[in-house]
């Protein structure tokens, strides 16, 4: 059921799909507008935060950071904003997300050696693994 008029906070988390704390922690990141409150102290969201809130999530699931997304969710309203400003935005995030796995697949095959180099037998005081993360030499 779609609400039409102004929403509390757990409205505004059911119809958000998310969860009564994201939309309080949100709230206290400056994702969302402060909320007016009801005469019995209950905070009502206008019902386009529903689609704000929806924004937040799905930029995050693309990797976005919440300063990030509060830079996007500006932009939204910035007059001299175009397409070519937001796409340098997500440009900026496939660089970001592809240094991410460059340094993911080193950690793998450092890992992996490590791995490699334990027989998985002997007593604990010979593991080469625990002996590397010991060491301050560089393990990738």
Do not use: N, W
């Not at 932009?75 to 070519?84: E, H, M, W, Y």
């Not at 334990?118 to 560089?138: D, F, N, V, W, Y």
């Amino acid at each position: 059921m779609k609400q039409c008029g102004p929403l509390t906070t757990s409205k505004l988390a059911m119809e958000s799909g998310v969860h009564l704390e994201t939309i309080r922690f949100y709230e206290r990141q400056k994702l969302l507008p402060k909320a007016p409150r009801t005469s019995s102290g209950y905070r009502i969201f206008a019902p386009e935060t529903v689609q704000r809130v929806r924004f937040i999530k799905r930029a995050q699931a693309l990797g976005f950071t919440l300063k990030e997304i509060g830079e996007l969710l500006d932009l939204r309203v910035s007059s001299g904003t175009t397409c070519a400003t937001v796409r340098r935005h997500a440009e900026a995030k496939v660089a970001d997300i592809d240094e991410k796995i460059r340094q993911l697949k080193k950690m793998k095959q450092a890992l992996a050696h490590l791995a490699e180099s334990c027989t998985g037998r002997g007593p604990l005081s010979e593991c080469p693994i625990l002996a590397a993360l010991q060491t301050e030499e560089e393990l990738t």
